[in-house]
Nanobody
């Protein structure tokens, strides 16, 4: 039972990508969903999260105004629209599920489960 991130690729600085998070064996609408990224040699870092309803979204300061998280529960999918990409956005991006109330755990990897394979995003300068 995993969430699978896909849609990554190679893009020039200033470009855009839309990542998708799809579920197999998991009903996405039951969970808050978070996106994290992991740069080479670094730990996974919080990027964005969205609650079950889709009405509340939270972002890391580094992506505010550039990235948008959204969800279509009927499609069992969560999206991460990434605009104005920068070379420092280069990382493997992961999505995962959180079932707790809003709090600090929404911003930490330990608050999430159902991690799947990530998708590589490479932004060239």
């Amino acid at each position: 039972v995993q969430l699978q991130a896909f849609g990554g690729g190679l893009v020039q600085s200033g470009g855009s990508l839309r990542l998708s998070c799809a579920a197999s064996g998991v009903t996405v609408s039951y969970y808050n969903i978070g996106w994290f990224h992991q740069r080479p040699g670094k730990g996974r870092e919080f990027v964005a999260a969205i609650d079950r309803s889709g009405l509340n979204a939270y972002y890391a300061d580094s992506v505010k105004g550039r990235f948008t998280i959204s969800r279509v529960n009927a499609k069992n999918t969560v999206y991460l629209q990434m605009n104005s990409l920068k070379p420092e956005d280069t990382a493997v991006y992961y999505c995962a599920a959180n079932s707790g109330p809003y709090g600090i755990t929404w911003f930490q990897t330990t608050g999430y489960k159902n991690w799947g394979q990530g998708t590589q995003v490479t932004v060239s300068s």
